[in-house]
């Protein structure tokens, strides 16, 4: 957890010493829809993320870094039945992007790469701890003053980390179906700027 709070620490300032006329800080929530497929379980839910991200632009050209937290708990399927059932990751990222400002509002397509730090309390949980993020996305913020910016934003996001639960039911494995070889989530964004 300490080298994921340095790192993150390290991308913020680089990003805030990085060269650039534009400077922003801007914090998100969003509500993501969790693509990851494993058999045992039936669905995600109350899945959220929260942003704090630093960047600067010059032209057309933007950079910064980020740390993400997401959360999301497991629905099981009948298989098996826990109350340990939250899944949640902290991901420090650096962000590249492209940055169209207009009058009324800017539209910046970006992509982020970084790792991911998974924390859980789900007892059979026994696969890794982090693995390569990445991620595409686009946010279009309305100017509200001269300073603050409102918009929205969707990101489709990838986790290069396979979930592997240790369960030993009575289940054949003929019966289990494929299993996603990375953890994937596709979020609608609600962002607060503010440009300095």
């Known amino acids: 957890m300490r080298k994921l709070i340095s790192i993150s620490v390290i991308l913020l300032l680089l990003s805030v010493t990085a060269f650039g006329q534009?400077?922003?800080?801007?914090?998100?929530?969003?509500?993501?829809i969790n693509l990851t497929n494993h058999w045992l379980v039936e669905k995600w839910e109350k899945s959220i993320n929260f942003d704090l991200n630093f960047d600067h632009s010059k032209d057309y050209l933007l950079i910064g870094g980020g740390l993400r937290y997401s959360k999301s708990d497991i629905s099981w399927f009948r298989y098996y039945d826990s109350e340990d059932n939250t899944i949640s990751s902290l991901t420090p990222y650096l962000k590249v992007g492209v940055n169209l400002d207009k009058k009324v509002a800017s539209l910046i397509p970006h992509l982020d790469l970084g790792y991911t730090a998974?924390?859980?309390?789900?007892?059979?949980?026994?696969g890794g701890k982090g693995g390569f993020y990445s991620a595409i996305g686009l946010d279009c913020n309305f100017n509200i003053t001269n300073n603050i910016q409102l918009g929205l934003g969707?990101?489709?996001s990838m986790t290069f980390l396979k979930l592997d639960?240790?369960?030993?039911?009575?289940?054949?494995?003929?019966?289990?179906?494929?299993?996603?070889?990375?953890?994937?989530?596709?979020?609608?964004?609600?962002?607060?700027?503010y440009r300095f």
């Open 22 to 32: 534009d400077n922003r800080v801007s914090v998100s929530a969003g509500f993501p």
């Open 118 to 126: 998974l924390m859980t309390d789900v007892e059979i949980y026994n």
């Open 154 to 156: 969707a990101n489709y």
């Open 165 to 193: 639960f240790d369960y030993e039911g009575a289940i054949q494995h003929d019966f289990i179906p494929t299993e996603d070889d990375f953890m994937k989530s596709l979020s609608m964004n609600l962002n607060l700027t």
